[in-house]
Each structure stands twice: as structure tokens, then as C-alpha cells.
């Protein structure tokens, strides 16, 4: 436990050193939804939407940005940079556990990723209106699966990349996969339905986030299945972690 206390102290400087990838990170999903609340047209009801606005039904997808950009994207790419420079290699003459670094790259991405959501909720609602999460504690339970997923297999990546272009090499893909799979390149209801249903079921789990978001019950299916991918894939991570 004093070892992890450790690491994750160090791992939160570190972050907070890095203040244009912080400031992104957290900022990016609502200076987004700030551009686009300010286009008239988009504030306008539309049947596309069930009687929503654009900036409304958008809004929740905005969450996987964030997700995205931390969970296989800066992470994976931080820890292969520390193998790659050695950083790992002296690490592992210390009393601390591979799984205890990966825990504290776990806890520090939660919190930027929960910085990030409640700035977009609360702007969103402030500035825009953006209905609250209708159905809280279903939201909550598919943002912390969903994202317990997409960390996993962030770690994952970091587990098995030894260099940062490998590193790279796994994580840009699964990235844009991750945000096309989404709805933030394309709405959803743009999407053919057999790419739309595939999203339902890949991390973070988009359609339990819209569900919850809109007052529905996020299906026990969905839900199983962030849980199932965030277990396995978070296993494998810490079976495979190798300092070198």
C-alpha cells in the first residue's frame, strides 16, 4: 500500500506537469458542445431527434472523446514511453508491484475523466439547457463500466507494446475505431444500424450512456458486457505487464 501511495503521488505530478494535454483532455469534449450550442439551428427541435435539439441528443456522445483520448490513446502511450526510457527497468528494483503502477495510471485517468464529464454536463446545462442525466444511477453504472472497459484495454495495449511506436501502432487504430464506433464522427442515427448495434456492444458502451442519459434503463446486456471486457482485458494486462 506504501509503495502504490507512491507511485500514484508520483503518477498525479506528473499529469498536472502536463497542463496542454490536461487542459484538452478535460476541456476538449466542451469546448466542442460550446461550438456547437452556439450555431442557432442546432438549438432547434428536430423529429430526427425525438423532438430534441441537436446539441441535446449530441451531447452524450461527446463523453467518448474523453474516454477515447485517455483511455487508449495517453495512456497505453505513457507507460510504453517509461519502458521504453528505462523508467520501468529501474522501477523493478523497487518493492512496487506491476499491478500497483497500473492501479495508479488507473485512478489519475479517472479523474481526468471525471473532471471532464461533470465540466460537460454542467456547461451543457448551464449554457444550453442539455437535460441532466434522466436516469442517474444507471448513468453512473454504465460511465463506470464503460470506462473501466476502455481503461482495460488501454492497460492491455501498455502491457504488451514495448516500444511507444508500438505502442502507437496498437493504439491509433483502437482509437478511432472507439470514437467512429461512438457516434462522434457521425451521429448514430447517420450510422448504418449494424454499425450502430456494434457500437452498442464495444467499449465504452455508448447506447447504455444515451439510454441512462434519456431516462431509459441501460440494458443488463450492455452492461454485462463493459463489465466481462473490463475484467478479462484488465487481467490480461496484469499478467502480461513486463518491465522491460
Known amino acids: 500500500m506504501h509503495a502504490f501511495r507512491n507511485i500514484l503521488r508520483t503518477e498525479a505530478r506528473l499529469y498536472l506537469r502536463d497542463l496542454p494535454t490536461l487542459l484538452t483532455i478535460v476541456g476538449l ?38 474516454l477515447a483520448m485517455v483511455g487508449v490513446n495517453t495512456l497505453p502511450m505513457a507507460l510504453a514511453t517509461y519502458r521504453e526510457r528505462g523508467v520501468l527497468r529501474r522501477l523493478a528494483t523497487t518493492p512496487a508491484h506491476p499491478a ?22 454542467i456547461v451543457g446545462r448551464l449554457a444550453f439547457g442539455v437535460p441532466l442525466p434522466r436516469h442517474p444511477l444507471g448513468f453512473i453504472l454504465a460511465f463506470v463500466l464503460g470506462t473501466a472497459a476502455l ?31 461512438g457516434g462522434v464522427y457521425l451521429p448514430r442515427f447517420l450510422l448504418p444500424d449494424a454499425v ?23 440494458q443488463p446486456l450492455h452492461l454485462a458486457i463493459m463489465a466481462v ?14 518491465w522491460e
Request: charged content about 10%; overall charge neutral; proline content about 7%.
Open 29 to 66: 469534449p466542451t469546448m466542442i458542445l460550446v461550438v456547437l450550442g452556439l450555431i442557432p439551428s442546432l438549438r432547434e427541435p428536430d423529429p430526427n431527434f425525438d423532438g430534441q435539439n441537436f446539441v441535446n441528443y449530441f451531447a452524450p456522445s461527446l463523453l467518448v472523446v474523453t
Open 100 to 121: 500497483a503502477l497500473l492501479a495508479a495510471q488507473m485512478v489519475v485517468a479517472l479523474a481526468a475523466i471525471l473532471a471532464s464529464a461533470l465540466l460537460l454536463i
Open 151 to 181: 481503461l482495460a484495454l488501454g492497460l492491455l495495449v501498455a502491457a504488451v507494446a514495448r516500444t511507444t511506436k508500438a505502442a502507437q501502432a496498437l493504439a491509433v487504430p483502437l482509437f478511432l475505431l472507439t470514437m467512429f464506433f
Open 196 to 218: 450502430a448495434r456494434i457500437g452498442d456492444y464495444t467499449p465504452p458502451g455508448v447506447q447504455a450512456l444515451l439510454d441512462a442519459w434519456t431516462g431509459s434503463s441501460p
Open 229 to 242: 471486457i473490463a475484467v478479462a482485458a484488465g487481467a490480461a494486462a496484469a499478467k502480461l505487464f513486463r
